[in-house]
């Protein structure tokens, strides 16, 4: 029918999220998820090939959904001569009574992410865990909270009206993030180069998932129910796109 192009496009640069070798010398891979990509298993299969390539070990491969919304991504393809999959998993299956056991301080606050049969005392629970830390390694994880309760929008809530019962003081205003983006507002004024409709709050949450998760415009307006557009004028405003 056709002579198709034989030059391919430069391929784009891969940053695995966490690619550890563990004790066995078997290759470890994952990579953390904040929105249904149909795409995904494309993904894998590529990290998989250059992983493959480097280290001549098949990787073991998971995604780790932190997302808020059902699960919905497939982890697998299965095509007329090719059969690849890896291990998908919905951090809220996981019980975080799992997590709040652990030893390992980051276990404890990524629990928030989990399944808890009460989100109160969940909260309660990660507040005084903390609450023996020294100040600056307390200000250290509680910012690392606060990032968290960004994808968890109804923990934040709770954690408002726990704040007198809580050990710890855990308030929007502590946040660099949010301090910076109040300062720069009252330099500019608060709506003068603002994308249209974006909340102080939620310009916080676009920040947030772009410098801690590496999220792309469009998984940022997937979870901060908004527009690409709108996302996109912010991290501009920002300097992060």
């Not at 865990?129 to 910012?143: A, G, T």
């Amino acid at each position: 029918m056709e002579s198709l192009d034989v030059s391919f496009p430069k391929v784009e640069e891969l940053r695995a999220d966490l690619l550890l070798r563990l004790e066995d010398e078997s290759i470890f891979h994952l990579e953390l998820q904040t929105e249904n990509d149909p795409l995904m298993p494309l993904r894998m299969l590529k990290y998989y090939t250059y992983i493959y390539s480097i280290y001549s070990k098949e990787p073991i491969q998971t995604v780790l959904y932190i997302g808020s919304k059902p699960l919905s991504m497939e982890n697998f393809i299965n095509k007329d001569h090719l059969r690849f999959d890896y291990s998908l998993v919905d951090i809220k299956t996981i019980d975080c009574r799992e997590l709040l056991k652990s030893d390992d301080l980051n276990d404890v606050v990524l629990s928030v992410l989990c399944y808890a049969e009460d989100e109160r005392s969940l909260i309660l629970e990660v507040a005084s865990r903390l609450s023996h830390l020294k100040p600056i390694e307390l200000e250290d994880y509680k910012l690392k909270l606060k990032n968290l309760l960004h994808l968890r929008p109804n923990l934040i809530k709770i954690t408002e009206e726990l704040e007198d019962k809580m050990p710890i003081t855990i308030k929007l205003e502590d946040d660099p993030l949010y301090r910076k983006g109040i300062e720069k507002g009252i330099e500019k004024g608060i709506e003068k180069g603002r994308a249209e409709g974006i909340s102080v709050t939620k310009r916080q949450i676009i920040i947030n998932l772009r410098n801690n998760f590496k999220a792309t415009p469009e998984q940022i307006a997937f979870n901060v129910n908004d527009t690409v557009e709108n996302v996109i004028a912010v991290l501009k405003e920002e300097g992060l796109y």
